[in-house]
């Protein structure tokens, strides 16, 4: 079974810095995605970011990047230039490549961003 | 608009009453998902469904039921066998299983007392 471990339950930033969320997971699989969604006050579910585990690029989309290190099991998200708007739950999520394409979510790390 | 809904928002019910959650996409996509949220938890996998008239169980399947009798609607029952049924459930959907994106709905917090 896949397992993933967010690690900082809370994180604070000040508006304009920068900020890196941890995540490590588990598993035997070597064709997968990873995730990283904000789940704002609204609780929408919005994808932030993905990578797919055959690419040694890191993703980036915008501000938000990650650092992905296969070997490490080690996903983890920098937001540059934080926003009061990126005051969320983030969690960081698993995908197997085969059939269901069922998500294994971490518990979540709470940012809050301050001006 | 294309998207997801997720009927009614708030849901209060007593103990011991089956209660269903609605779930409606437009965005014709083949696969359907139900996932729980505990306070301060991620997401768990409770059913799914690849195609109309099939699914499977998920992580924690037991005390649910669902039916996938059209291809727009996957709506799940939350039966009075599920011992802790408080919580926050969201929908999801993707294109098929060969795809990986799952767009979620807003979600319905379900409240038992």
């Known amino acids: 079974a896949q397992t993933v471990t967010q690690s900082q339950p809370e994180m604070s930033v000040q508006e304009a810095e920068t900020v890196t969320l941890s995540c490590t997971y588990d598993t035997s699989e070597n064709n997968y995605y990873l995730f990283w969604y904000k789940q704002p006050p609204s609780r929408q579910m919005i994808l932030v970011i993905r990578?797919?585990?055959?690419?040694?690029q890191n993703a980036t989309e915008n501000r938000f990047s990650v650092n992905f290190q296969k070997a490490a099991k080690s996903f983890s998200l920098k937001i540059s230039d934080s926003q009061l708007g990126d005051t969320a739950m983030y969690f960081c999520a698993f995908m197997m490549n085969r059939a269901g394409n069922m998500l294994t979510f971490g518990g979540g790390t709470r940012l809050m961003v301050k001006p | 608009d294309g998207g997801i809904t997720q009927s009614p928002k708030y849901l209060f019910r007593k103990e011991g009453q089956n209660v269903t959650l609605s779930c409606e996409q437009n965005?014709?996509?083949?696969?359907m998902y139900w996932y729980r949220q505990d306070p301060g938890q991620g997401l768990r996998l409770i059913y799914y469904?690849?195609?109309?008239?099939?699914?499977q169980k998920g992580d924690i399947a037991e005390g649910y039921s669902v039916s996938r009798e059209k291809k727009e609607s996957f709506p799940l029952t939350v039966t009075s066998a599920q011992k802790n049924p408080t919580a926050f459930y969201l929908c999801?959907?993707?294109?098929?299983?060969?795809?990986?994106?799952?767009?979620f709905g807003p979600g319905t917090r379900l409240t038992v007392t």
């Open positions: 469904s690849q195609i109309v008239n099939d699914f």
């Open positions: 990578q797919e585990a055959y690419k040694q």
């Open positions: 965005l014709n996509h083949d696969a």
């Open positions: 999801a959907s993707s294109i098929n299983v060969g795809t990986y994106e799952q767009y």
